[in-house]
């Protein structure tokens, strides 16, 4: 019965273990949620943030203005 039944000893095992890892997902989704709320509120509310995460994460520019893009993992 432990081996050759549907519900066997082993596959409930493997069952919780793929449950808690699904749970430890949950939790750090949920984190990442609500970090992402409070950027989200913070570039809604200060125009010079917005400005700011634009400028890093799509290279936006003025005019006449040059962007040098340093890479921290070759310093």
Not at 42 to 60: G, H
């Amino acid at each position: 019965m432990l081996i050759f039944d549907s519900s066997n000893w082993v596959e409930m095992l493997a069952a919780k273990r793929r449950i808690k890892s699904l749970e430890e997902e949950k939790v750090y989704y949920l984190q990442k949620i609500e970090e992402d709320k409070k950027k989200i509120k913070e570039l809604r509310t200060n125009a010079e943030n917005l400005e700011k995460f634009a400028r890093e994460q799509y290279l936006m520019k003025k005019p006449n203005e040059d962007i040098f893009i340093v890479d921290e993992t070759d310093l």
